[in-house]
């Protein structure tokens, strides 16, 4: 686990003594130079290393997901992927929110405003079978897990799907191997 701010602290001591003759309180701080920087408001990483970084990754790779489902867990991956550069710098990828599917249409277009989709539809496979999407996101009921996620798999498209992963083993050994045979 990488820390901002390394572990290895100063033992500071009060100054005084107590009655009993022992000294005053003890207290842990960081080490001289990462307090000037937490002072300064700076991070870990230099600029020198930041650049190298930004040169290394001029142009992450935009990914565009298609979310199939648009209830409570829409919204959890929706704002995931918003703030998924954030998180991992430099980031490997950029999602852009392309489409989302929900079988009512007024769910559905609601959910393309409220969470910033470029477009929607009724209709699941409207996202597998577009060579636009690269991710097929499946956040429904677990009953259609399986159906979704095979013709995701057969469509050549990355797979991300909510738990539990299908109702039965045999059909998740069935989404597994389709997967696997589609690369």
Known sequence: RQRLYPVKRYLHFGSGETESGESGHASLRLAPRHRRALAMGRSQITTERRIKMDQNNASPKKMNVGLIGAGFMAKAHSI?????????????????????????????????????????????????????????????????HAEIAIAAAKAGKHIICEKPLALTVDQAREMYLTAKENN
């Open 80 to 144: 995931a992927y918003a703030g998924m550069p954030m998180f991992f710098w430099p980031a490997p990828i950029i999602p852009v929110k392309k489409m989302i599917v929900d079988m009512n249409e007024a769910i559905a277009r609601e959910a393309k405003d409220k969470f910033a989709f470029e477009s929607y539809s009724t209709d699941w496979h409207d996202v597998v079978n577009n060579p636009e999407i690269d991710v097929v996101d499946i956040c429904t009921p677990n009953n259609v």
